[in-house]
Nanobody, 124 residues
Framework: QVQLVESGGGLVQPGGSLRLSCAAS????????IGWFRQAPGKEREGVSC????????YYADSTKGRFTISRDNVRNTVYLQMTSLKPEDTGIYYC?????????????????WGQGTQVTVSS
C-alpha cells in the first residue's frame, strides 16, 4: 500500500521551531520529488517548500525563505521540513506530496500521492 505519513506537528509559541517528517511506505522516495503544502483555516492550500529527486533544486515560498529548510534522507525514506522562527501565520495543516518528476514544484499539479496532514499551531 502506497502511503505518505506526516508527523511532527503540534502547538508551539511564536519564535519556536518544529521539524516535520514525511515518511513513505510502499514505495521509495528517491524516485520522487516531494512537496510540502499547508492549508490555513479559511484559506486555500498553498505550496510551502519542495525538494527535487536529486535534492536540488529546492523551492521555498517567499513567506518561508530563511526560516524553513527542506531535506531528504533516502536511506530512511523520509523528507523533513525544519521550521524555525515560527509565526502565527504559519498555522495550518501541513501536507506532504510526491510526484515522479525530477524537479519539484510549489504548485499542486502533478503530485500523485498525498499524506493526511499534520496540524501546526503557532500561538502564545
Amino acid at each position: 500500500q502506497v502511503q505518505l505519513v506526516e508527523s511532527g506537528g503540534g502547538l508551539v509559541q511564536p519564535g519556536g521551531s518544529l521539524r516535520l517528517s514525511c515518511a513513505a511506505s510502499g514505495f521509495t522516495l528517491d524516485s520522487y520529488s516531494i512537496g510540502w503544502f499547508r492549508q490555513a483555516p479559511g484559506k486555500e492550500r498553498e505550496g510551502v517548500s519542495c525538494i527535487s529527486r536529486g535534492a536540488s533544486p529546492t523551492y521555498y515560498a517567499d513567506s518561508t525563505k530563511g526560516r524553513f529548510t527542506i531535506s531528504r534522507d533516502n536511506v530512511r525514506n523520509t523528507v523533513y521540513l525544519q521550521m524555525t522562527s515560527l509565526k502565527p501565520e504559519d498555522t495550518g495543516i501541513y501536507y506532504c506530496a510526491a510526484r515522479t518528476y525530477w524537479s519539484c514544484s510549489g504548485r499542486e499539479s502533478g503530485y500523485n500521492y498525498w499524506g493526511q496532514g499534520t496540524q501546526v499551531t503557532v500561538s502564545s
